[in-house]
């Protein structure tokens, strides 16, 4: 369970208790200030909660230090909701993609530049983008290079923060894809995040709905979405006649 308090006491998360197996991608949707983002963050410890617990693979991160917390760093990526604000703009593509593995991993220079061309290849990006910068790409391709950050460690388990809400709906749709590409290929496990239900009921195993800090309901896609129990749910699906098949 975890708990967040932000200033002036209001709990942005609250009694939150959840789990994602191995492979899935569990959902998580609700409107704007619902407390997505925060509980994401909490979830990889960007953000200390103040109480409640956080296991991965049966360490508790919470406890983790030193050279533990940066082992379990490895398996635990985020993908930011912003391609325009998540990549340096005084980076080469080649240098952001080369970072994590000169910070985490002992490589010679010829294997990061081999690992670089294998990162853009995962992500649908042509060998040239390693010498450009991010203002020379459209939004979709930003987030495809952020994705290939992402990927960079070979991470086990991904926190997707609202990753297309800031691209059109067409460009939206191909990353949404390319995610379901790499989740298949890599074995990756997902919490994705999204105000967007029919987006969470493409991609999701299971889905959870998150009202003022509180997830209301947790289910399989198939049962939140065609049999709601809370009114809130109900609610969003009713905004959103377009998930029907």
């Given amino acids: 369970m975890l708990g967040r308090e932000d200033q002036g006491q209001v709990r942005a998360v609250?009694?939150?208790?959840?789990?994602?197996?191995?492979?899935?991608?569990?959902g998580l949707v609700g409107e704007s200030g619902s407390g997505k983002t925060t509980l994401g963050r909490l979830v990889l410890r960007l953000i200390e909660p103040d109480t409640g617990n956080i296991r991965f693979e049966g360490s508790d991160l919470l406890k983790a230090r030193g050279g533990d917390l940066r082992r379990l760093r490895r398996d635990m990526q985020i993908i930011?909701?912003?391609?325009?604000?998540?990549?340096?703009?005084?980076?080469?593509?080649?240098?952001?993609?080369?970072?994590p593995l000169?910070?985490?991993?002992?490589?010679?220079?010829?294997?990061?530049?081999?690992?670089?061309?294998?990162?853009?290849?995962?992500?649908?990006?042509?060998?040239?983008?390693?010498?450009?910068?991010?203002?020379?790409?459209?939004?979709?391709?930003?987030?495809r290079i952020g994705i290939a950050r992402t990927l960079a460690l070979r991470p086990k388990?991904?926190?997707?923060?609202?990753?297309?809400?800031?691209?059109?709906?067409?460009?939206?749709?191909?990353?949404?894809?390319?995610?379901?590409d790499l989740q298949r290929q890599f074995g990756l496990t997902y919490l994705f995040i999204s105000h967007s239900m029919p987006i969470v009921r493409y991609l999701a195993t299971r889905i959870a709905v998150m009202y003022r800090g509180r997830i209301v309901e947790i289910g399989e896609t198939e049962r939140v979405t065609m049999s709601p129990e809370h009114a809130y749910t109900r609610g969003l699906l009713e905004a959103t006649p377009q998930i029907a098949d």
């Avoid at 910070?103 to 690992?115: K, P, V, Y």
């Fill in 14 to 26: 609250d009694d939150v208790s959840m789990d994602i197996s191995a492979g899935e991608t569990l």
């Fill in 80 to 99: 930011f909701q912003d391609p325009f604000g998540s990549l340096d703009p005084r980076y080469r593509v080649e240098d952001i993609l080369e970072e």
């Fill in 157 to 180: 388990f991904i926190v997707a923060d609202e990753p297309v809400s800031a691209l059109d709906v067409s460009v939206g749709a191909q990353v949404i894809q390319l995610l379901a």
């Fill in 102 to 143: 000169i910070i985490h991993d002992r490589l010679s220079t010829g294997a990061r530049r081999e690992r670089v061309s294998e990162l853009l290849r995962s992500v649908g990006m042509d060998e040239s983008a390693r010498n450009r910068f991010p203002h020379e790409f459209s939004g979709g391709q930003r987030q």
